[in-house]
């Protein structure tokens, strides 16, 4: 073995074949340097692909469908707080910037006599809360922006003031961060975030992370589309072509190609001159499905979505009905909703609450169950509760006004209504006493 030779001293090694060797092609195989696309590359991407697009919205879209409910809120004096400032439209573009560049941010349009710059004056009786403003980070200026550095700060390390442009003409606001709601992308490294403030802050684009999948599955399908266009293809065989071309002939060339493409397509025959042949050859798509299937579920697991829901596929297998994968996408919705969704509208909650002076105790949000059951289905549950239910009537576990409660509390209680051994001593006890009434009055007329 010469000095060259090198064993990878922690892994499998074969001699015979070169495993573990430095001539080992795997281990030649390395990722190369990380290189983040610009917000201008991931605009273009988001706004040129459907695909693309989908990866982003879809499950922005399910996080906010089913929306909110909102504890102790009987009077919903703060759910129609939500609906005048149009909440659910905002959150939902707000964690779509989120995914798309990596962090965006809500304005909340409060008017408390201040400049936006300046910190809410939470105690100002006049406040009311106008309206709400999503911005991606794409339009934040990091750079010029102000950010908290005091240690003991507990907002410590994060922007105090936000250099924003908003709008269709892009104008210049500078937004105090006590009038902000903000989201955060895809945790990033820090060594990887080292030269770029944005990234390091906001976090990484989802739409990133899935872009090579994203960019193979495209990929294919335009290939697709030309091997279509050239599925079938006709070969011409014609006499002295070489001498034809070598005298300068091309304009006949191709106007006889012409003709017989004309001919062909008006009589569906070919018309050929003695010494000229037609041939047609078709290409071969044997196991292209089954490569677009693997590529598919190649993009569908990195993106987190099941197939059936990116692609609009019915679920395949015998016995298949994509009930496991429907529902392990949507605890996987459940659970970003409660990571990227849940503090933000919490503190805009609790925002309405004080601003609008709503009495009661704290407004806690609940996200409304994202998997709905079909009409057939919620059939077959409400029979199996009634079944239920009349099983505990029967044996005594439970009353019909209880069972009433526990199934529909929302509908009105009934008064009470005695059974029959009640209602017959209470007939007994007034019949006493109307008798024992009467014996005295008839006694104290006797005297």
Known sequence: MSKNDKFNVDGWMNALVGLGKTFDKDKHTYYGTYNPLSKQELSNI?????YSRKVVDEKCDDMTREWITIQDDEDEEINGHLERLKAESVFNVAIKWMKLYGGSIIIMGILDGQDFDKPLNINNKNNKISWLKPVSSSNIWLNYSTFVKDPKDPNFGKVKIFNCYVGPEQKELKVHHS???EFHGLPVPED???SNIELRYWGGSFLESVYDNLKRYCGISASIANIL???CIGKYVIKGLTEKLAEGNENQLITRMEIIQMYKSVLNAVILDEGESFTSESKSVAGL???IDRVMMDLSGASGYPVTKLFGRSPAGENA??????RNYYDRVKSEQKEKLKDPLQELVNLIDKTYDISGDTHLIEFNPLFQLTEKEQAEVDKINGETDHIYIQD???DASEVRIMRFPELPQLPDIPDETTMIKKEETTIEKKDGFL???FKGKRK
């Not at 988001?46 to 459907?50: A, L, P, R, S």
């Not at 009905?321 to 429907?326: A, L, V």
Request: proline letters at 3%.
């Open 192 to 194: 990887i975030g080292n």
């Open 229 to 231: 266009y050239e599925f």
């Open 179 to 181: 009038r902000v709601l």
């Open 46 to 50: 988001y706004m040129g692909g459907g």
């Open 321 to 326: 009905t994509g009930k496991s994968d429907e």
């Open 289 to 291: 499905p089954e490569l």
């Open 439 to 441: 014996s005295k009055f």
């Open 396 to 398: 005594g576990v439970l």
